[in-house]
């Protein structure tokens, strides 16, 4: 995430004399990242395709709310992406965003969405055909952090088997899975008219 960005947004919420909720006092966990990097750049292109959204931890930055769907194109180096779904309003929306490796040479891909900023993208786990796991922070200082996570899917649903292990890998980090909110997808979601977004 483009820390020049957050780190003013802290400035800004300091002198107001208050820090948001998502800026916790601490570090960002000690990821593998290398490790997870060398094994799956061979596999990016079995990533590509379409994501839902199945349950994330409260992130202000995230503006699609109900049946997130995410759909990847890679392109033998990065991915174009479409995310569609309902806003706060119930507006079918769509944005458009790139997952590329990241630019200063860290052992991560980085999410970046039209309107919005930079972040690491780790992928933490995932099988590419039922479940990922997907994780975001950003450690300001050595100080504070914020940090974001998601579980995704190959479908609406997800058998509870791939939801437990994304609890325990996350569970691995450190990271409370009480934060976790699932996302509303299935028969109230019109997947057809958000594919011709």
Same mark, same amino acid.
């Given at each position: 995430?483009?820390? /020049?960005?957050? /780190?003013?947004?802290?400035?800004?919420?300091v002198?107001?004399?208050?820090?948001?909720?998502?800026?916790?006092?601490?570090?960002?966990?000690?990821?593998?990242? @290398?490790?997870?990097?060398?094994?799956?750049?061979?596999?990016?292109?079995? &990533?590509?395709?379409?994501?839902?959204?199945?349950? /994330?931890?409260?992130?202000?930055y995230?503006?699609?709310?109900?049946?997130?769907?995410?759909? $990847?194109?890679f392109d033998?180096?990065?991915?174009?992406?479409?995310?569609?779904?309902?806003?706060? &309003?119930?507006?079918?929306?769509?944005?458009?965003?790139?997952? %590329?490796?990241?630019?200063?040479?860290?052992?991560?891909?980085?999410?970046? &969405?039209?309107?919005?900023?930079?972040?690491?993208y780790?992928?933490?786990?995932?099988?590419?055909s039922?479940?990922?796991?997907?994780?975001?922070?950003?450690?300001?200082n050595?100080? %504070? $952090?914020s940090d974001?996570?998601?579980?995704? @899917?190959? @479908?609406?649903s997800?058998?509870d088997?791939?939801?437990?292990?994304?609890e325990?890998?996350?569970?691995?980090?450190?990271?409370?899975?009480s934060r976790?909110?699932?996302?509303?997808?299935? $028969? @109230?979601?019109?997947?057809d008219?958000?594919?011709y977004?």
């Open positions: 995430m483009n820390s /020049l960005a957050i /780190l003013l947004v802290l400035v800004a919420a002198a107001a004399d208050k820090i948001p909720d998502f800026v916790v006092p601490g570090q960002c966990p000690a990821v593998y990242e @290398s490790k997870l990097w060398a094994e799956q750049v061979p596999k990016h292109a079995n &990533y590509a395709g379409v994501w839902y959204e199945f349950a /994330l931890t409260n992130n202000p995230q503006l699609i709310n109900k049946c997130v769907r995410n759909e $990847y194109f033998g180096n990065q991915f174009e992406v479409k995310s569609t779904g309902l806003n706060g &309003y119930g507006k079918l929306v769509k944005r458009n965003g790139r997952v %590329y490796p990241n630019p200063f040479g860290e052992p991560h891909l980085t999410i970046d &969405y039209e309107n919005s900023f930079a972040a690491p780790v992928i933490l786990d995932t099988d590419y039922n479940f990922a796991c997907l994780y975001s922070c950003m450690s300001f050595n100080l %504070y $952090y974001f996570a998601f579980i995704f @899917s190959r @479908s609406p997800l058998d088997k791939f939801v437990k292990h994304c325990a890998v996350f569970r691995n980090l450190k990271v409370d899975t976790f909110l699932q996302t509303v997808q299935g $028969y @109230s979601c019109d997947y008219a958000q594919k977004l």
